[in-house]
């Protein structure tokens, strides 16, 4: 199959694998809670539910910016996968996440407008690492888009162990997990007001939520990156990785917002630029 086939396929399948993740995340969590928990397919009817009531309109710009967020998330994964230079993708990743900070901050609410300022310390806490993670994956394999890091014969995640081990903290922040669920939480039931999604209803929260579901399809095609000698190999890292999640988002509280930043800074230069450093040294 060509790149745009690919790429036209993520459009489609990308929120089927976050719905059926989130499905997982959901009944898995109840378990861990002492309780049955919903069916699998049960954020699938909730999405339809959402789409099909009636979105109380706030402000006439949050629709379109909340539209902007899906559709950017979405190219984000259609770049990604029809050749676009690496790089380049982790700004549009960025940009996607930034649409939805205008969206929160739009509505005159003071926990929505808290929310927005919360999520856009999530986005100077992650996306720097992203860019590097990008740049070190490039400079390791010597190609710069996804096909050509999957078919570099160089294993970048033995190389790249700090990256690994800092992808596996950030990705808690876009998973929206605890602690680092500082903006709005994963589940309902952790508060009574939801941050960025506090005036948000109807279509408004389906938009959030599809959004979120193309987020994670993104997450696992990056860790398929960091595990480029087997495809396979790398969904299983991912599943790993996300059942290691999901534990931690149940036996944690949240964090400040200081943490949060902190943490991810320090992990991003510690881990990531230490490693990439090491691979410069080491290589003269």
């Known amino acids: 199959m060509t790149p745009a086939v690919y790429g036209v396929l993520f459009v489609f399948l990308a929120p089927v694998f976050g719905g059926l993740l989130a499905g997982v995340d959901r009944r898995v969590s109840a378990r861990m809670q002492g309780r049955i928990g919903p069916p699998l397919l049960q954020p699938f009817y909730d999405l339809g539910k959402l789409l099909q009531k009636q979105a109380r309109q706030v402000n006439p710009v949050v629709e379109p910016l909340l539209l902007g967020h899906v559709f950017f998330m979405a190219v984000s994964g259609v770049l990604l996968l029809s050749g676009t230079d690496l790089i380049f993708i982790a700004f549009v990743f960025a940009l996607a996440a930034l649409f939805l900070v205008l969206a929160a ?45 999957l078919a570099s014969p160089q294993l970048v995640a033995v190389q790249l162990p700090g990256v690994l081990l800092a992808f596996l903290l950030v990705a808690t922040i876009k998973l929206r997990k605890s602690p680092f669920d500082i903006s709005t ?11 960025l999604t506090t005036d948000m209803s109807g279509r408004m929260l389906a938009y959030v939520e599809l959004a979120h579901w193309y987020e994670s399809a993104l997450l696992c095609a990056f860790m398929v990156l960091l595990f480029n000698w087997s495809v396979p190999l790398g969904l299983l890292a991912f599943a790993i990785a996300y059942a290691l999640e999901v534990l931690v988002d149940n036996s944690t509280s949240r964090a400040k917002w200081q943490l949060v930043l902190r943490s991810t800074w320090a992990a991003t230069l510690v881990f990531s630029g230490g490693n990439v450093l090491a691979l410069f040294l080491l290589s003269r």
């Open 185 to 195: 939480s994963h589940h309902p039931h952790q508060e009574l007001v939801s941050g």
């Open 105 to 149: 901050g739009s509505v005159n609410s003071p926990y929505s407008f808290a929310g927005a300022e919360r999520e856009l310390v999530v986005l100077l806490a992650s996306e720097p690492f992203f860019i590097l993670m990008m740049a070190a994956i490039c400079k390791v394999t010597g190609a710069s888009t996804y096909a050509g890091v």
